[in-house]
């Protein structure tokens, strides 16, 4: 089995500088990638002089992350791509339980590992945890992370388990699904662009599985921090894109609805809060959904599966139940 491991780098010399000797030393089994997004510092030329192992593909242009794995895949040849962000450690053995796992089960298409954060390495990080899913109205979050709430790792996720999307983060795909699906849809540009391909694939029947036993560590933040406004309208925005694209159709004007009233009391507690630049990063989020709405909703496959949720809505457990650990999610489904 052929894994191709992917990283997509955009000006980040020195966060390849510093975690990617730890992918080619762990990584035996795979032939390792920097696919280039248009940068315009010397990274490319950083990896090319010191690491030749490593092969490299250059984007024409910076497309995100969606548009810039969709473009540099077309020129990698594997049965499985491993999308791996710049910021990310990798661990001895972190491979092999994620090729075995695909050997042994056809109906995997998409795994991801255990992801702890890198500056607190006993804690999961924000991106993934131990695996992601979301609520009835498209609200995600992960084993080991609600909202802003990360969990201690304590070995509460160690088992392996379905899950209903994999972070972006470290994203293990078979390249034959990838390309059934089209690959991510780029105008997304970026973040949830993964759910969003997940979502898809659960439509088509295939399944996506948490594996414990691989672990990486992730800094996360290395693009855009958390608290910038333009990470709030891209989560925004494409939350309510994949909603119409992949939404039951007997649910989906009802919970667009509902959700677009949850969009507008986070505006306004950004208000009240001070934070004008994230309540005007909601209307854009709103305005750029409703000049694409027509197009996007072409973009729904013949069948949405109707049980795509495990709890109602994560914003009232967690805000109005005060629940912070998802162990104590699951008796509110």
Same mark, same amino acid.
């Given at each position: ?64 992350? #969606? ?14 791509? #491993? ?182 009391? #986070? ?24 000049? &694409? ?6 973009? &729904? ?33």
């Amino acid at each position: 089995m052929k894994v191709a491991v992917v990283i997509l780098n955009w000006n980040g010399k020195q966060l390849l500088e510093q975690f990617l000797p730890s992918v080619v030393q762990f990584s035996k089994e795979a032939t390792v990638y920097v696919a280039d997004n248009a940068s315009t510092d010397d990274s490319v030329a950083f990896v090319s002089a010191n690491f030749p192992t490593v092969s490299i593909v250059v984007n024409s242009t910076n497309t995100g992350y #969606a548009g810039g794995y969709n473009e540099a895949l077309q020129h990698i040849e594997a049965d499985i791509y #491993a999308l791996v962000n710049s910021d990310i450690e990798v661990t001895e053995n972190w491979l092999q339980p994620i090729i075995n796992t695909f050997q042994n089960e056809p109906t995997t298409a998409i795994i991801q590992p255990k992801i702890l954060d890198f500056k607190n390495k006993d804690y999961f990080e924000y991106a993934g945890a131990a695996g992601g899913f979301i609520d009835q109205y498209g609200y995600p979050f992960c084993r080991g992370r609600i909202f802003d709430t990360l969990e201690k790792d304590n070995g509460q996720y160690d088992s392996n388990q379905e899950i209903f999307w994999a972070s972006g983060a470290c994203f293990f795909i078979r390249s034959a699904v990838y390309k059934e699906l089209n690959g991510f849809d780029t105008s997304f540009f970026a973040h949830q662009e993964e759910i969003d391909l997940c979502w898809r694939a659960i439509n088509k029947g295939y399944s996506i599985q948490y594996l414990f036993e691989s672990k990486v560590y992730h800094v996360g933040g290395a693009t855009l921090q958390q608290g910038n406004p333009k990470k709030t309208e891209l989560n925004f925005r494409n939350s309510l894109l994949m909603l119409t694209k992949n939404l039951p159709e007997k649910d989906l004007y009802k919970v667009l609805f509902i959700r677009m009233v949850l969009d507008g009391i #986070a505006g306004i507690q950004f208000l009240l809060k001070g934070k004008f630049n994230h309540f005007l990063a909601i209307l854009k989020a709103h305005a750029a959904f409703y000049s &694409r709405y027509s197009e996007n909703f072409k973009k &729904r496959s013949d069948f949405q599966r109707s049980e795509y949720y495990i709890t109602k809505s994560i914003v009232y457990s967690y805000f109005v139940k005060k629940i912070r650990f998802f162990n104590d999610l699951i008796m509110f489904k």
